[in-house]
């Protein structure tokens, strides 16, 4: 998911004050940038007419001959929707194929509509009723109730059924369910279930529930856990992982079919995962679809009596077909060509980066306004837009489709498991978000600002509920583990950068991946060993922070001529990131290049001169992306000690203390 970086303008216009103070006393050059933002579009510019109403085709289609992942799990559901008392009334049969080389005598289900069942789960009570900029409303209540759960043969399990809290023993906590089946399944055998349940959908919050006629059902059925084999993600003996819903967390499912029948009012167009597998039926005033998709390990879908829909093919290298489905609120039907640019572009540069794109369709939904607790979501070949509150969006409309294509890959294909690493994903998504953004749009990141936001480092790997709240979350999963990549694509260059991520995206695509697999590919790729880098800002809390901690200058005779002898002294705090660069300026004009392998707790340089230094920087260009302290690398050298303490340390604290309110 793409958190909506609030406060933005409010950031950089203290960010300028705070240049502006500074520049008299030359730290305004720890912030000078080679970055910058391109403009959005102009609020003049023509727009293109809104496209009259489409009817939303039958394009009924067929499933792939090849199957892509293990199909551990396979749905046949079948849901409809009471729009009016906004309950969802389903029955689904599941059949789970033991992936293992032991019996297994439990399963474990996710009941994730309980998660707002009251203020007490833990969800509600991590997150305050709060996601992001969205608030749980009085009508965000909602469940989800199990009817009934059976053999094939007809036995009950219901009275087997018990809620389990494993991750903090929450007895209000209902969102993880599991029970004794009444035979093992041993290894390479199956079990199928018949279960029926009902949603009662909260006003629409978190990624899921209603907003007027508009509804997003995600995470809506009840979903099977993921038993790992051993191996993977670094398992050495094989077992369920299952993890209640936490406030920070996202979701971690296996692959698997899944054939719905979804059944609306008639009026209703609706999206889903897959495709149609079937003409839509209508019969006494509803309407019936059916869908299909494989080698995914979820599902969702979004209905609307509103949406303004267009489809539209598209083929390029590595994408071989696909249909894009745009289900646009009618606010934002006029920018129907540039949602599809945005798909498109991204499709695309993910494909010719990573690899391809193997679905037949993708797509993006773009919820009404006040539905935004709904957008800027991920679910296998669907994406959520941020909602149609702004009729001006300006980049933040591109920006998010490309993000959420972007955890096609990251999140849908290599499958990372969020609850444990979510880093895997949002870290990885942000970072190609930010080369399709600026590759295609000239819209380049300004990293030493955002390095500037971490203002509370934290190990990347880490259960996501570990972090103190969702902005602690937000700022190290996404903001600083991209920065992560960044920096090593800094050290090996931008094509050796592509090549890793290539290689850990073929490598593990759907496998469930850890982070120590990612070091190896980084590894294998790079044929150099990167155990302190993880160390220091994977598994570590560290940043890499360098800075020009002192400079001497006193007048000295050489060779019978006044000179001066000038003594820098630089230091790192944190983690190495490389070598790094200084620069040493004399009155005479003179300019001293310097490299420091940075390895070493400090450097003390030490230079005779004709003239005196004027000052010193060290990482001028900005290039050090995880130092997130850069109004310590100058230093003028005629302030006396006293009021360079004085500015170093109160201006420190201030950027500090700014970036801590304002970063999320």
């Known amino acids: 998911m793409k958190p909506h970086l609030a406060k933005r303008l409010l950031l950089f216009a203290l ?10 006393e030359g730290f305004g050059h720890a912030w000078i940038s080679q970055y910058t933002y391109a403009s959005a579009p102009a609020k003049d510019a023509p727009r293109p007419a809104a496209p009259p109403a489409t009817q939303q085709p039958d394009s009924v289609m067929q499933p792939k001959p090849v199957a892509l992942s293990k199909r551990v799990a396979e749905y046949h559901i079948d849901v409809k929707l009471q729009a009016d008392t906004h309950m969802l009334q389903g029955e689904q049969t599941v059949t789970w194929t033991n992936p293992g080389r032991q019996q297994v005598s439990e399963l474990y289900f996710h009941l994730y509509p309980n998660a707002f069942r009251s203020k007490e789960t833990t969800f509600m009570r991590e997150s305050g009723g709060k996601l992001r900029e969205d608030k749980a409303t009085a009508d965000s209540t909602g469940y989800m109730n199990l009817t009934a759960l059976e053999t094939t043969e007809g036995y009950s399990l219901l009275p087997r059924l018990h809620f ?29 279930l018949r279960m029926k349940f009902e949603v009662k959908l909260p006003e629409v919050f978190a990624r899921m529930g209603y907003s007027g006629d508009f509804v997003m059902a995600g995470q809506w059925f009840p979903k099977l856990a993921v038993y790992e084999t051993a191996g993977t993600r670094g398992r050495t003996t094989e077992g369920w992982n299952a993890h209640q819903y936490h406030g920070n967390s996202e979701f971690y499912s296996d692959f698997g079919i899944y054939s719905v029948k979804i059944n609306v009012p008639s009026s209703y167009k609706v999206a889903a995962t897959g495709f149609q597998a079937r003409a839509s039926v209508v019969q006494d005033g509803r309407k019936t679809y059916q869908f299909y998709a494989d080698d995914v390990h979820d599902f969702g879908w979004s209905a609307s009596p509103d949406f303004v829909y267009s489809e539209e093919p598209y083929s390029t290298e590595g994408v071989p077909g696909v249909r894009i489905k745009l289900y646009l609120d009618p606010l934002h039907a006029k920018y129907k060509d540039r949602y599809l640019h945005a798909a498109k572009s991204a499709l695309a540069k993910y494909a010719q980066w990573y690899g391809a794109y193997p679905y037949a369709t993708l797509s993006v939904v773009v919820p009404p306004k006040g539905g935004n607790g709904a957008g800027g979501m991920e679910y296998p070949t669907l994406v959520t837009a941020f909602s149609a509150e702004n009729d001006n969006p300006g980049y933040d409309l591109e920006r998010t489709v490309v993000h959420e294509i972007g ?3 990251w999140y849908g294909m290599v499958a990372s498991n969020e609850f444990e690493e979510a880093w895997l994903d949002e870290g990885f998504t942000s970072y190609a978000e930010d080369k399709v953004m600026e590759s295609e749009y000239g819209v380049a990141p300004n990293l030493p600002v955002e390095s500037s936001y971490m203002t509370d480092p934290a190990p990347l790997k880490q259960l996501s509920w570990s972090y103190h709240d969702n902005n602690h979350y937000a700022e190290n999963v996404y903001i600083r583990a991209k920065l992560v990549l960044v920096g090593i694509e800094k050290q090996v260059g931008d094509a050796t950068m592509r090549k890793i991520l290539r290689t850990y995206f073929q490598k593990y695509k759907f496998k469930h991946p850890s982070t120590a697999d990612f070091q190896r590919v980084v590894e294998s790729v790079t044929k150099t060993k990167w155990n302190d880098y993880f160390s220091h800002f994977v598994y570590g809390n560290a940043m890499s922070d360098y800075s020009v901690a002192a400079i001497r200058v006193a007048p000295v005779q050489q060779d019978g001529k006044a000179a001066y002898e000038n003594v820098v002294l630089v230091k790192k705090t944190g983690g190495s990131n490389g070598p790094v660069s200084i620069v040493l300026h004399f009155a005479d004009g003179t300019v001293m290049p310097r490299v420091w392998d940075g390895q070493d707790a400090s450097v003390q340089y030490k230079v005779v001169h004709g003239a005196k230094l004027l000052w010193a920087a060290v990482d001028p260009q900005n290039d050090n992306v995880l130092d997130n302290k850069h109004i310590n690398n100058f230093m003028k050298a005629d302030l006396d000690e006293k009021t360079r303490t004085r500015w170093s340390v109160g201006l420190s604290k201030l950027a500090e203390t700014l970036f801590a309110s304002l970063a999320w």
């Open 164 to 192: 389990v809290q494993p991750d903090d023993g929450n007895p209000n906590d209902l969102t993880l369910a599991k029970f004794k089946l009444p035979n093992p399944v041993a290894p390479g055998k199956s079990v199928t």
């Open 15 to 24: 960010a300028a004050a705070l240049i502006g103070v500074t520049a008299p």
């Open 407 to 409: 955890h096609q890959y």
